[in-house]
């Protein structure tokens, strides 16, 4: 059974999250990490269980009008079965609205791009350099 759930800094699964997101990046985040992240204002998370094991989450800051997505990963093995799209979904169904919510991508990222444009997330500016030489970062962004 699938259960998409948001979650705070009190009852965040951080032994899962930093389980996921070591899965998904080479630079991955430790409990403690996603505890500091938490911990400051107005940031939250969505989760996606399956048969309650995490297999996906997004996380996300709202200190005021506009949000900024910080990381979301799926579970390389449950990739393109639609979970990111339902973590951003419920993501923006929580979000505070009106507003704008921003994220930085790698125009690498082929499908996290897709996933951001399937949510009607523009592209506003390139930063050059921002991952590192040669590694640009888009900036995108949508209204909320
Ligand atoms: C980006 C990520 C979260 C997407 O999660 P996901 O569960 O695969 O997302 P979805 O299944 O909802 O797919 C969203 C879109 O991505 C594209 N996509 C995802 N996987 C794909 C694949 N293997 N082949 C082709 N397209 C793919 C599709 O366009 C899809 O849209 P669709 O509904 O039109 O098919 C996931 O790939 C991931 O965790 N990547 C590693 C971490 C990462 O890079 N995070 C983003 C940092 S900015």
New binding site residues.
Partial sequence: MVNVYPFNIDTAPYAALERIHGL??TESWDEDTFEAMLTVYGTYGVAITINEALE?FVLYRQPFDDAEIL????NPK????????RLIKSMLHYLKKPGKCF?E?SPK?T??V??YE?FHFKIIHTRKDYYEIGLDAYVMMRDI
């Avoid at 449950?78 to 799209?85: F, T, V």
Wanted: charged share 15%; glycine share 14%.
């Fill in positions: 998904c990046f996906g990381t979301i990963c799926v449950k990739e393109n079965q639609g979970y990111g799209s994220l991508v990222n499908y996290a897709k996933l399937k």
